[in-house]
């Protein structure tokens, strides 16, 4: 009777044309989203019965109802309403546990908390810290980074088709101004397939980047965006060039801390630790919208006589406290850091198969369980998302459903994504890894 109901009320929403709702997506084009009804494990239910696999999903470290998840957000629902501005023991537990469980190991730097609800906005209460700390108004990032949507976050966001303005279906786009001088670091390459031979040393690509940092009030840097993944000598060497250059490191680790990456955070793969660490999406197993702002003991040092002046009320509520606690304690219990190291070598084998079988696919990148499959095609800086016309990147993920996965894009052209559940079985990975080879099928058509 309900699955008749929720089966009635999706095929009245699925139409663009009647939703209320101002959607926004993955997968650029004008198809409705399919409509999921349901989920469980590493499952999506969708509105007309089928079961497809989560691929790519980053706010969902632990799939969908996780039993240690549903416990204590049923529990946390019955906690008083407590703004960011009163005390609750359940925000100052998960404070503890986070440090305890997740930074275990880096006491000599690590100092404080705040929680706050997204990664945008981790990223811009970290940004505009900074630029109070330094009286520096300019910013710096790497090349194709994506660093969230609002405030500050959204001027760092340099992909061309993510600018939280409008892209024109005809053709253009109409941009908000933007809110800070931006620098731009060249990226690595870090491919496991297909990037171009380049034996080149950080130290070198990046020797003009003291200068250009020597304005900015911070450096931030994620570790997965435009399927840029690298290794621990270009983290080191952004972070000595922003430290000559009085610019504060900050780590953008929302998609890669608390365990994606295969330990608790990406910046472990380096000798360097950052100023700030920025979290979120899986922070709270996917069960609650939460994000914290993690900085160091010198900057706790440097906030002495003052009080950071930003607040919201709805952050550290509660149930999201809850979550957090919870996510730590099923992803230490479990070792689920070993598990996503072990299906790391999977996916680098079965990915490296799938690269050589389809010609369409020009490079694969990844780390743990977050994977980049980048296709020929256009360069990914002539993207804009303004025309109504489905990219092939999104083609072989509607080519993948039909396979029975889920598989995600990041809104670019070429650029598909795999970030499932860290809960993924053997089993299932390669169940997700099958419905990309038959998605690319689609690419290999058009490619030639
Ligand atoms: C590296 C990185 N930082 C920040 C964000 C923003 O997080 P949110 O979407 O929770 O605001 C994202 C989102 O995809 C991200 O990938």
Redesign the pocket.
């Known amino acids: 009777m309900r699955r008749r109901w929720l089966r009635r009320r999706c095929r009245g929403v699925r139409g663009p044309a009647m939703s209320r709702l101002l959607r926004t997506g993955l997968n650029a084009g004008e198809a409705a989203p399919m409509a999921v009804v349901g989920g469980e494990g590493v499952y999506f239910h969708l509105s007309d019965g089928r079961r497809l696999i989560d691929g790519s999903n ?2 969902g470290g632990l799939g969908h109802r996780h039993p240690a998840m549903v416990e204590a957000i049923r529990r946390a629902a019955d906690t008083p309403v407590v703004n960011e501005g009163w005390t609750w023991v359940g925000r100052e537990q998960a404070a503890d546990d986070l440090m305890a469980t997740a930074f275990g190991g880096e006491e000599d730097w690590v100092g404080a908390v705040r929680f706050c609800i ?6 811009d209460m970290a940004l505009s810290l900074c630029q109070a700390l330094t009286q520096r108004s300019a910013l710096a990032t790497r090349e194709r ?6 405030g500050l ?1 959204r001027s760092m966001t340099v992909q061309p088709q993510w600018h939280g303005g409008l892209a024109v279906h005809s053709g253009g786009s109409q941009l908000p101004a933007p809110m800070a001088p931006v620098r731009i670091l060249p990226a690595p390459n870090g491919a496991i397939y297909g990037a171009p031979a380049n034996n080149t040393p950080p130290s070198e690509y990046l020797a003009d980047a003291t200068r250009l940092l020597s304005d900015t009030a911070a450096t931030i840097i ?4 435009g399927g840029i993944y690298y290794d621990g000598a270009y983290q080191d060497e952004v972070a000595r060039r922003a430290r000559q250059a009085g610019s504060y490191w900050i780590a ?1 680790e ?2 890669t801390g608390a365990g994606r990456a295969g330990r608790w955070f990406a910046f472990q793969g380096a000798e360097s630790r950052p100023d700030i660490v ?1 979290l ?2 899986s922070l709270g197993g996917g069960a609650a919208a939460v ?1 914290a702002v993690v900085v160091s003991k010198d900057i706790v040092e440097r906030l002495k006589g003052t009080s950071w002046q930003n607040y919201g009320t709805l952050r550290g509520h509660p149930i999201s406290m809850a979550a957090v606690s919870a996510y730590l304690k099923v992803v230490s219990d479990d070792k689920i850091l070993d598990h996503v190291q072990s299906l790391e070598k999977l996916f680098i084998r079965r990915l490296l198969a799938i690269a050589q079988k389809h010609p369409s696919v020009q490079r694969v990148a990844g780390q743990g369980l977050h994977w980049t499959v980048e296709l020929h095609g256009p360069d990914w800086r002539t993207w804009h998302a303004d025309t109504t016309e489905v990219p092939i990147a999104s083609r072989v993920a509607e080519r993948a459903l039909e396979a029975g996965a889920v598989i995600g894009t ?1 809104g670019e052209q070429t650029s598909l994504f795999l970030a499932p559940p860290l809960v993924i079985s053997e089993h299932e990975a390669t169940l997700l890894l099958d419905a990309l080879d038959h998605g690319l099928d689609v690419a290999d058509e058009e490619h030639g």
């Not at 980074?145 to 609002?150: C, F, K, P, R």
């Not at 994620?222 to 965006?225: E, I, L």
């Open positions: 980053t706010g997204s990664g945008s906005e981790a990223n980074a994506y660093h969230g949507i609002t976050s994620d570790y997965t965006q953008d929302v998609v920025t979120g999406k994000a990041s």
